[in-house]
T-cell receptor, first 114, second 113 residues
Framework: EAQVTQNPRYLITVTGKKLTVTCSQNMNHEYMSWYRQDPGLGLRQIYY???????DKGDVPEGYKVSRKEKRNFPLILESPSPNQTSLYFC?????????????FGPGTRLTVT | LAKTTQPISMDSYEGQEVNITCSHNNIATNDYITWYQQFPSQGPRFIIQGYKTKVTNEVASLFIPADRKSSTLSLPRVSLSDTAVYYC??????????????FGSGTRLQVQP
């Protein structure tokens, strides 16, 4: 089954404790991205990757890091999480980078930073 | 950055037709307009996509005027299960190598019995 998986689905952590949210897709997609969703603000892109070793900032990259060492994986790293990063996070993938390609979203990761 | 504008919320009743308009004044020449549907605590899912004029599938229709500065998602005869948030997506017209994607804030559709 074609899918995007994220782990963990739920995470509660404390300020400053480094964490990683994993994202994996099994569709051989080149384009992957991370979004955060907050009430009233819709989906905002954090980082995206056009291919292995090619990443770039989206609209709200501050406080996040990503890496793309393998085509299927695109982990999101919070080196020093803060309460304002409490949010619902989605990973997505698509065949290509243009908006004409359908985005496939993961189930989401709900992060709480205390 | 590209910006889309949609109504924050809409209300409807079962069986009615719902039209949601998205404004995207700065859409790039190469970009398509794509609409997604999102249920609570789930990731968005693709509904329909178009470049110009009209597109129809089994779920919805999409109307795009000639200037492509807006688009209208039309849901015929909505049911309670259509209650969701709807997003339109376009690319970034200032993107000259970057390929950022920008979703709007979405339109929350509430369908009443």
């Amino acid at each position: 089954e074609a899918q995007v998986t994220q782990n963990p689905r739920y995470l509660i952590t404390v300020t400053g404790k480094k964490l990683t949210v994993t994202c994996s897709q099994n569709m051989n997609h080149e384009y992957m991205s991370w979004y955060r969703q907050d009430p009233g603000l819709g989906l905002r892109q954090i980082y995206y990757s056009m291919n292995v070793e090619v990443t770039d900032k989206g609209d709200v990259p501050e406080g996040y890091k990503v890496s793309r060492k393998e085509k299927r994986n695109f982990p999101l790293i919070l080196e020093s999480p803060s309460p304002n990063q409490t949010s619902l996070y989605f990973c997505a993938s698509s065949e290509g980078a243009f908006s004409s390609y359908e985005q496939y979203f993961g189930p989401g990761t709900r992060l709480t930073v205390t | 950055l590209a910006k889309t504008t949609q109504p924050i919320s809409m209300d409807s009743y079962e069986g009615q037709e719902v039209n949601i308009t998205c404004s995207h004044n700065n859409i790039a020449t190469n970009d398509y307009i794509t609409w997604y549907q999102q249920f609570p605590s789930q990731g968005p899912r693709f509904i329909i996509q178009g470049y110009k004029t009209k597109v129809t599938n089994e779920v919805a229709s999409l109307f795009i005027p000639a200037d492509r500065k807006s688009s209208t998602l039309s849901l015929p005869r909505v049911s309670l299960s259509d209650t969701a948030v709807y997003y339109c997506l376009v690319g970034d017209p200032q993107d000259t190598g970057r390929r950022a994607l920008t979703f709007g804030s979405g339109t929350r559709l509430q369908v009443q019995p």
